[in-house]
């Protein structure tokens, strides 16, 4: 039996440099790439996660960071020396890629996603 677990919008800033390169990157269908982005839930920004997501030979990884308000403002405003000083790994990361990627916060894109869940397995199947 399906469930339907969720029903939700999501807000999700890309953070890529000026010639829109992982963007192009995934309109192109590359196999091996990455993009960070902010994302949030349900026009709630009391929750806000930086994610890194990243697919090699066709395998997908995702790795996320909890960040504040005040820390995603910052960030919005390329105030960003505090992502060194934070000792998060993918926060460090993000930092050295603004630097040599010249990376900065670019498309928004909103959108409402349905949540499926399929109990044997636990798979879960979303409808954006």
């Not at 000792?87 to 990627?101: C, M, N, P, R, V």
Request: proline fraction near 2%.
């Amino acid at each position: 039996m399906i469930n339907t677990t969720d029903y939700f919008t999501l807000r999700s800033r890309l953070i890529d440099n000026l010639d829109n390169k992982a963007l192009m990157e995934k309109i192109n269908g590359l196999r091996n790439r990455e993009k960070f982005r902010i994302r949030f839930y349900n026009n709630d920004p009391s929750f806000i996660k930086l994610e890194k997501k990243s697919k090699a030979y066709g395998l997908c990884l995702k790795s996320a960071a909890v960040i504040t308000k005040r820390q995603c403002e910052r960030l919005l405003h390329n105030d960003i020396e505090w992502l060194m000083d934070s000792g998060d790994e993918l926060l460090q990361e993000l930092y050295a890629k603004i630097k040599y990627q010249l990376l900065r916060p670019q498309t928004v894109v909103d959108y409402f996603r349905e949540a499926y869940i399929y109990e044997p397995g636990r798979v879960r199947i979303t409808i954006d």
